[in-house]
């Protein structure tokens, strides 16, 4: 295939992390830069990298840059133990009121457990359990013997992920949507998300199938048999958990993209941790942060870029077999990532 030039830059914010991360970022840049993909990067720092630098995991600038681009790239940021901080990530999300939380799984390399996944998960990204409304309650001399959560979830949030669901299916070509609950149980807290999931799921008749699954019998029918589902969509805490049930299914965290969506700004992440133990060894797999900036790359229009890289990413692994060690191989992320900037930049014009 052949990829055009495209010549106005797009203004982007690229977060390298923590640990692993500015190896794999490094490793996409270059990736980027033979596709010829046309971001402008402001370069900011998260995580660790930002406590060092301005005392914050979340420093003042790196939210300002995102504010200007309304999109980011970012690798994977580590959370300083004590001291009262909170995920970056999360503190992002709640800041650009990225709500929806997209993430694909789809099988990379042949022989493993299971073939030709291709599934979506789309995850309520702002309510639900994780609104962090907690406290304890002392009882005699213990100050925390219980422990109250509340979990929030509302009827427009739910129509908003539900529909945005429905949106993405209808986009993608995809034939069905399941919206996963626990409403014979929690249920006022998410059978408000199933009563408005049915009303979204009105309008999409003849166009998108519904149907809805109990959060627990769905993690067993996506073991047992993950070909019946397409896109999933559920609330923020379940979510969670079976996107990485579903990465999973197609070898893990190394291959899972993910990409943080609100109404005026988009973050696209790998959703590993930042693997401290492996970070400066050339060990590490960048397909996942890769696979995010594919997801960027459709975020902003050029599907044609998009496409070129995943087919590099795709040809890379299985012709050419040149894969790091996590999937079999013993190239470095530095020898996987000028192999594949190799093959896309054949794509160019």
């Not at 830059?9 to 970022?25: N, R, Y």
């Not at 971001?39 to 504010?67: C, H, N, Y």
């Not at 040809?315 to 999937?327: A, F, I, P, S, Y």
């Amino acid at each position: 295939m052949t990829v055009a030039p495209a010549s106005n830059k797009i203004p982007a914010t690229l977060i390298p992390g923590d640990g692993i991360g500015p190896e794999i970022v490094a490793a996409t840049m270059k990736v980027l830069d033979a596709l010829g993909a046309p971001f402008d990067w402001d370069v900011q720092q998260g995580g660790m990298a930002g406590v060092e630098a301005a005392g914050d995991p979340l420093p003042k600038a790196t939210l300002d840059s995102i504010r200007r681009t309304g999109l980011a790239l970012k690798g994977p940021l580590s959370t300083p133990l004590g001291g009262g901080y909170r995920s970056a990530t999360v503190r992002m999300r709640e800041e650009f009121q990225l709500y929806a939380n997209l993430r694909p799984a789809k099988t990379l390399t042949p022989g493993g457990r299971y073939e030709d996944i291709d599934l979506i998960l789309v995850r309520e990204n702002l309510e639900g359990l994780y609104v962090g409304f907690e406290h304890y309650i002392p009882i005699g001399s213990d100050p925390h013997a219980v422990a109250v959560s509340s979990g929030v979830n509302t009827r427009e949030g739910s129509r908003r992920i539900v529909r945005y669901a429905f949106e993405h299916a209808v986009k993608l070509g995809r034939k069905k949507v399941t919206l996963v609950h626990k409403a014979n149980v929690l249920k006022a807290l998410t059978g408000i998300f199933l009563e408005a999931g049915r009303e979204v799921a009105k309008e999409y008749e003849g166009r998108v199938a519904c149907d809805d699954r109990i959060v627990d019998a769905c993690a067993m029918q996506l073991v047992l048999n993950p070909y019946q589902f397409d896109v999933i969509v559920t609330t923020n805490l379940f979510g969670d958990i079976l996107s990485d049930l579903i990465a999973g299914l197609v070898g893990g965290l190394g291959a899972a993209p993910g990409a943080n969506i609100g109404d005026k700004a988009a973050l696209f992440e790998a959703v590993h941790g930042s693997a401290p133990d492996i970070a400066g060894k050339g060990l590490a797999n960048p397909t996942a942060i890769l696979l995010a900036a594919a997801m960027m790359l459709d975020h902003v229009g050029l599907q044609n870029h998009a496409t070129a890289l995943r087919k590099g990413i795709d040809t890379v692994l299985n012709v050419d077999k040149v894969r790091t060690g996590d999937l079999g191989g013993t190239a470095s992320t530095d020898s996987y990532a000028a192999a594949l900037a190799q093959k896309v930049a054949s794509y160019r014009a």
